[in-house]
């Protein structure tokens, strides 16, 4: 494999490995009311990465609801996560999306079996 400043490239060296895919999500920063739409890039049992249309801080604790595909047979993931990085600045877009990287802090045990076929179902 190549190698790129002393690491493997290729491998991920991450407690959770993530899974890529678009899922439709909503959001509510806790202690607001507003619910806002947005979509997953990729997802693990630690967190995921989102893409928001609005700017958020690191440190900002957000509800979070995943809908997986109807074909899974799944209802949607509840938890509660945190904002752990937000690397494009206020204003800078990916097609009019913010990246958002969430880690999961609360989650009951019906949501976490539903995380965990889930990401069964995409490993195939």
């Given at each position: 494999?190549?190698?790129?400043?002393?690491?493997?490239?290729?491998?991920?060296?991450?407690?959770?490995?993530?899974?890529?895919i678009?899922?439709?999500?909503?959001?509510?920063?806790?202690?607001?009311?507003?619910?806002?739409?947005?979509?997953?890039?990729?997802?693990?049992?630690?967190?995921?990465?989102?893409?928001l249309k609005?700017?958020?801080?690191?440190?900002v604790?957000?509800?979070?609801?995943?809908?997986?595909?109807?074909?899974?047979?799944?209802?949607?993931?509840?938890?509660?996560?945190?904002i752990?990085w937000?690397?494009?600045?206020?204003?800078?877009?990916?097609?009019?999306?913010?990246?958002?990287?969430?880690?999961?802090?609360?989650?009951?045990?019906?949501?976490?079996?539903?995380?965990?076929?889930?990401?069964?179902?995409?490993?195939?």
């Open positions: 494999m190549p190698r790129e400043k002393g690491r493997v490239v290729g491998r991920e060296n991450r407690k959770f490995p993530r899974r890529v678009e899922l439709p999500i909503l959001y509510t920063v806790v202690e607001n009311i507003r619910t806002h739409g947005g979509e997953t890039g990729n997802i693990s049992e630690g967190g995921l990465l989102v893409y609005e700017a958020l801080f690191e440190g604790r957000v509800n979070i609801e995943i809908f997986p595909p109807d074909f899974f047979g799944l209802k949607p993931i509840k938890a509660v996560t945190q752990v937000a690397p494009m600045r206020q204003g800078e877009t990916w097609e009019e999306y913010i990246q958002h990287g969430l880690e999961f802090l609360e989650m009951d045990e019906g949501n976490a079996r539903r995380l965990k076929r889930l990401l069964t179902y995409i490993e195939g």
